[in-house]
């Protein structure tokens, strides 16, 4: 395979925007945190938590599904801090951690249905 040399026409542009591209690891994690939006569970888990705080059970319940499913999944969004938890006595409730992840999903919403 031949290495092809690329002219640049707009060799100013190009090293503009080159400059202005985060690092290469910083890519990498927004790429692993968008993975986790391309889960219909998941997505469903923050949109209750979006609605209210919530714990495992009543998750469980209100999903129809099983409360090791869900916890399963909380695990996963605990892991990229999309979802906290605080102890009310025995009970574990559990919300968004902050109102950036409710913003990522009415944006995502508002873009999703512009193509309606």
Same mark, same amino acid.
């Given at each position: ?21 985060? @690092? ?28 209210? @705080? ?11 599904? +099983? ?8 695990? &996963? ?5 999309? &979802? ?6 025995? +009970? ?6 902050d109102s950036h992840i409710e913003?990522i999903l009415n944006q995502g ?8």
């Open positions: 395979m031949e290495d092809k040399e690329y002219i640049h026409i707009h060799e100013d542009v190009v090293a503009q925007v080159q400059s202005r591209l985060p @690092e290469e690891a910083k890519l990498y994690d927004l790429a692993e945190f968008f993975k986790i939006f391309g889960d219909t569970t998941r997505i469903k888990i923050l949109y209750v938590l979006l609605q209210q @705080e919530m714990c495992v059970l009543d998750i469980a319940l209100l999903l129809g599904m +099983t409360q090791s499913a869900i916890s399963h999944q909380l695990r &996963v969004l605990k892991t990229m801090q999309l &979802v906290k938890f605080r102890r009310e006595g025995k +009970t574990i409730l559990y919300s968004l951690s913003n919403m508002e873009h999703i249905s512009e193509e309606e």
